[in-house]
């Protein structure tokens, strides 16, 4: 009942607000566009002033301004857009006219024009100038600086800027993290949606799935106003693709390029293209339209080392000395080879309708990402029970069990998104809004994995350390050795929607001389997610079918001797051609697929109030902002049953829906204060959220329930894996004090502080104790775990050279009085460039010390220090046309894990080098 009240008391004022706002008599407005000398490029960021009336506005995409009631009269407007001179034109108001001007800088001069016309300072000082004259503390990458770095898709454009960090996947940048935060307390929007995750468990959304051709731009907001979702803990990630007023009508380009993978010797293709075009219509009126295409192939491999279940402790008698020692020896170590096509498949249709006093718009964007993977695995299984000998950090193990399996299988993500609307000016208000639809979906049709059983056999290791040397006795390399014992078919369908309205009204007003805007709006979003798992699990039935029956020769793996591999094809047609004669396990059948499922749902109320103020110098943002949230879930409590006693075995499946609600009241600052054109610092205090993962909110239970009979006593043992529905969200208080100064011509040079206290941070953990789960004997489950801090500094320097030269360099350095996940103490980037009219390169470092991942066998996991180099190398045939040579990893760095310490590999995984050639067109 407050809720409703308070949703009714904030609709009402917003509407008071926007019916009552109009001046009894109107002024004139001033509105226009800035451009380049010859009108063919839009200057986004470009800081447009009235010093005489101390008002100030900074361009939109489209180069766009405006400033409402001005009196009649001459006015001095002042145009400052980094890498040009400051320009003043005078304009003047007659008779309350609205007066709508183009303005060009540049002159006679030819800097600026240099400037636009070549890549990497074009795509810099776009980008600086949005990120100088910005409220919060922003970061951004333009659509000419994604193409200036070797990267492969979006999220690996990201890592280049402060304070950023990427999760890597088969050694390319999927989830992007801000901060030392874990990716899945970060917001991601395209074109201000908020797009769901394709994946079943998370929020994070896997940013490889975004082609780089589709985007206009890409800008971090690591503070946040009451008028952005409070969902973002690290920050905000926004995705803006292109649109037909960015660009000069008619304007054109294609890209076409190939790829070598050095690992897997494989070439794979990419192709892109965009068009936009405007018209000018009676009445003032414009229509632009902007599509783009993108496909791109991608063929590569990696080798990697496991030991799955960490290491462990055996008393044993050392051959050499006769002493008894304490090892530190492996469980299981596997070999795997991996075989990987992933595609990717991109749209967009943009189409933008302006008036003299409304802006309409409709925004698309849909992805397809598709994952087709084979992989082969050995898993020597070592235990203490079969431990012959060990001498010297050298183990061998009798009757020893190793298998052999698969995994076949193809992976679809989709994203789409759509948002419609528009801007309209009433006076001194302006109005927005918006809905917007957004779906992700990831389906796995089909996927076989099959596991071949090899027995008595001597395995062993003879070295620890980042790839431990495996030994084996000639009988682990005869297929004919491991018999086929079972096999998991698997056709999982992930979907993710959401549904999102918008209203926002803002008007301008003087108080106390000072220029000022007050804000306030509200958005509803309506989000539904499930996992729709179908698992079916087949252990006999297979007529003693062995691997020799789908033998491939020798794997060419670089980590050592991986003996024989299993063919895919024959093995998928031996599955089939004989499905209808294996035998399935009802109850590990039931248990995956019930087990797995589940659906939850997600509505959110945000209503918001701020003002933005100019005084003089400073420019302060305050404000609230309120979030309900009605969360809703549905799965299984699945329970087997194993009675030796009774000799019983059966599977319980028994529905458990649960539903909370919960919400926040979020008061943000942010102040800025300029102390020149060159320099200014920012302050800002903020309370942000996170919601939990859908994986540890679902509503599921998995629980074993054993009893047999041992000497005549009779014994239970009752263990539970369970969601937790009843989570609490994160909660951020966060502070950022920073200082920036632009010397002359294009560059920056930054420092910044900042700190976040995060509370009910959300822990994996054993919970029989707790009251709620009597006669179990061990019961996991995440919980909301205390609360957690971090304190970083993030410092940057940019500069371009009028020699050509251009350097960058940035580096965050983190502290967390807790291990929080994905969390590394120092990341950074170094680029060196030179760039002339025929020729731009670039050499770029980037390094992530090492972060802790998880705990496993009471010990923690860690990724190690990456470093990685990259090229990038164009030459210019004319203005419009130029070659490109890129070299991705050039130093072949791995992904390394290790348990507790970097002598006990925990993964290790080898991806080689990729080097691209390619020709990229465009008319403008």
């Avoid at 086929?484 to 209203?503: G, R, Y």
Wanted: hydrophobic letters at 35%; proline letters at 3%.
């Amino acid at each position: 009942m407050q809720h409703t009240t308070f949703r009714k008391s904030i609709l009402g004022l917003a509407c008071g607000l926007v019916l009552s706002g109009a001046p009894a008599h109107a002024e004139g407005d001033l509105s226009g566009k800035v451009t380049s000398a010859d009108t063919s490029i839009v200057l986004e960021g470009a800081l447009v002033e009235i010093p005489a009336l101390n008002l100030k506005e900074v361009t939109s995409r489209d180069g766009r301004f405006r400033f409402h009631n001005l009196k009649d009269g001459l006015y001095q407007v002042r145009i400052t857009y980094l890498g040009a001179e400051t320009k003043t034109f005078p304009i003047e108001i007659k008779n309350g006219e609205n007066l709508n001007t183009q303005l060009a800088m540049g002159g006679t001069e030819a800097a600026l024009e240099e400037l636009l016309v070549v890549g990497q300072r074009a795509s810099q000082a776009s980008a600086l100038n949005r990120q100088k004259n910005a409220k919060r503390v922003t970061s951004i990458v333009s659509a000419d600086a994604i193409g200036q770095f070797p990267d492969q898709n979006v999220a690996e454009s990201l890592q280049r800027l402060p304070g950023m960090f990427i999760q890597r996947d088969q050694g390319e940048g999927r989830f992007v993290g801000i901060r030392g935060i874990d990716p899945n307390l970060n917001n991601l929007t395209i074109n201000g949606v908020n797009i769901p995750s394709p994946e079943s468990g998370v929020r994070s959304v896997a940013m490889d799935v975004i082609p780089s051709e589709l985007v206009d731009s890409l800008e971090v907001s690591k503070t946040v106003t009451p008028d952005m979702d409070a969902d973002a803990v690290g920050g905000s990630i926004e995705v803006k693709s292109l649109s037909g007023l960015d660009r000069p009508a008619n304007s054109f380009s294609f890209t076409g390029q190939l790829s070598q993978s050095q690992l897997r010797d494989e070439t794979s293709p990419k192709l892109s293209g965009s068009y936009s075009t405007a018209w000018d219509l009676q009445g003032g009126n414009r229509f632009a339209l902007a599509t783009a295409v993108s496909w791109a192939e991608r063929k590569f491999g990696s080798d990697n080392m496991e030991v799955d279940g960490g290491w462990g402790h055996y008393d044993i008698e050392d051959d050499t000395s006769g002493e008894e020692v304490e090892i530190f020896s492996a469980e299981e170590i596997e070999q795997r080879a991996y075989w990987i096509k992933r595609e990717r498949t991109g749209l967009a249709l943009n189409l933008d309708y302006q008036t003299a006093d409304s802006d309409y718009y409709l925004r698309t964007l849909y992805s397809v990402f598709s994952d087709d993977e084979y992989r082969l695995r050995n898993e020597y299984k070592l235990s203490d029970g079969n431990l012959l000998s060990y001498s010297d950090n050298a183990a061998q193990f009798i009757d020893a069990e190793m298998d052999r399996d698969t995994k076949d299988r193809f992976e679809e993500q989709k994203i789409w998104s759509s948002v419609l609307g528009g801007e309209t000016r009433v006076d001194s208000w302006t109005l927005e809004y918006s809905v917007s639809y957004a779906k992700s979906s990831e389906d796995e049709p089909g996927a076989v994995e099959a596991d071949f059983k090899g027995e008595e056999l001597q395995l062993g290791y003879t070295a620890l350390g980042q790839t431990p040397t495996l030994t084996q006795s000639a009988n682990a390399h005869d297929l004919a050795n491991f018999e086929l014992d079972e096999i998991i078919w698997t056709n999982n369908l992930t979907e993710d929607d959401e549904v999102s309205f918008k209203f926002d009204a803002s008007h301008d007003f003087v108080w106390n001389n000072h220029n000022a805007t007050f804000k306030t709006g509200m958005k509803y979003r309506s989000r539904e997610k499930f996992l729709e798992a179908n698992v079916t699990v087949f252990d006999g039935g297979f007529n003693d079918a062995t691997g020799a029956d789908f033998a491939l020769a020798e794997v060419d793996w670089g980590l050592g001797s991986f003996g024989p591999g299993i063919n895919r094809t024959p093995l998928r047609n031996f599955f089939n051609s004989n499905l209808s004669g294996f035998e399935i396990n009802d109850l590990d059948t039931t248990i995956e697929s019930s087990g797995a499922s589940y659906e939850s749902g997600e509505d959110i109320f945000a209503a918001y109030a701020m003002l933005d103020l100019d005084l003089d110098k400073w420019n302060i943002i305050v404000g609230l902002r309120y979030e309900d949230t009605q969360f809703t879930t549905s799965g299984n409590r699945v329970e087997l049953i194993v009675d030796d006693v009774a000799d019983i075995e059966e599977v319980v499946v028994t529905p458990w829906n649960v539903e909370k609600d919960y919400d926040h009241l979020l008061p943000s600052l942010n102040v800025r204060y300029d102390f020149n054109d060159k320099l200014l610092a920012r302050f800002a205090y903020t309370q942000t959220i996170a919601r939990p993962s859908f994986e540890d909110s679902a509503a599921f239970q998995l629980i074993a329930n054993e009893t047999e009979e041992d000497d005549g006593e009779i014994e239970t043992v009752v263990e539970a894996e369970v969601g937790n529905p009843h989570l609490d969200p994160y909660e951020s208080q966060n502070l950022d004090l920073s200082i920036e100064y632009y010397p002359g011509h294009i560059g920056i040079l930054s420092a910044g502080l900042f700190y976040k206290d995060i509370d009910n941070f959300i822990v994996l953990t054993e919970v029989q104790d707790n009251g709620q789960w009597d006669g179990f004997d061990e019961v996991l489950q995440p919980v909301n775990g205390g609360s957690a801090s971090i304190t970083g500094i993030e410092l940057a320097w940019a500069k371009t050279f009028q020699n050509g030269l251009l350097f960058s360099a940035n580096a965050t350095f983190t502290d967390s009085d807790d291990a929080l996940p994905n969390q590394a103490d120092r990341v950074g980037n170094l680029a060196i460039g030179y760039e002339n009219n025929q020729l731009s390169a670039r050499l770029t470092w980037s390094h992530k010390s090492e972060s802790f991942q998880f705990d496993d066998q009471d010990a923690p996991v860690y990724e190690d220090v990456h470093n990685q180099l990259d090229l990038n190398v164009k030459y210019y045939i004319n203005d419009n046309m130029h070659l490109y040579v890129n070299g991705v990893n050039l130093n072949d760095e791995p992904l390394y894990l290790y348990h507790n310490n970097s002598r006990y590999a925990y993964q290790y995984e080898t991806y080689g080098r990729t080097f691209e050639i390619g020709f990229s067109w465009n008319s403008f």
